[in-house]
């Protein structure tokens, strides 16, 4: 059975850093696309970065510079490093794999974990 499980989220000031991390069982996160996705209060979930099985990166166009999306394949594991954080940054973001390995849209995302939240105070 597949589950991923997100962590380290938290609160921190604008301008700060925070590194939230997603581990997976049950699948390989090697073979297939992985990404972040995030939703605010009232808003849609939206796409923040995703990585391919060969670890090619893509991210959402107002993120790009200062969000990070990486992988430890032997550790199963995903990482999103967040720098320079602003109070609209504020969401529960969510680890999510896909259908696809290489090609990794938005659309092709269809299993997520539980969130973990990221708060940012002006």
């Known amino acids: 059975q597949v589950r991923l499980v997100e962590s380290g989220g938290g609160s921190v000031q604008a301008g700060g850093s925070l590194r939230i991390s997603c581990t997976a069982s049950?699948?390989?996160?090697?073979?297939?696309?992985m990404g972040w996705f995030r939703q605010a209060p009232g808003k849609e979930r939206e796409g923040v970065a995703v990585?391919?099985?060969?670890?090619?990166?893509s991210y959402s166009d107002s993120l790009k510079g200062r969000f990070t999306i990486s992988k430890d394949n032997a550790k199963n594991t995903l990482f999103l490093q967040m720098n320079s954080l602003r109070p609209e940054d504020t969401a529960m973001y969510y680890c999510?794999?896909?259908?696809?390995?290489?090609?990794?849209?938005?659309?092709?995302?269809?299993?997520w974990g539980q969130g973990t939240q990221v708060t940012v105070s002006s």
């Open positions: 999510a794999s896909a259908s696809t390995s290489i090609a990794c849209p938005f659309s092709a995302f269809n299993f």
């Open positions: 049950g699948n390989t996160i090697s073979s297939v696309c």
């Open positions: 990585i391919n099985r060969y670890g090619a990166t």
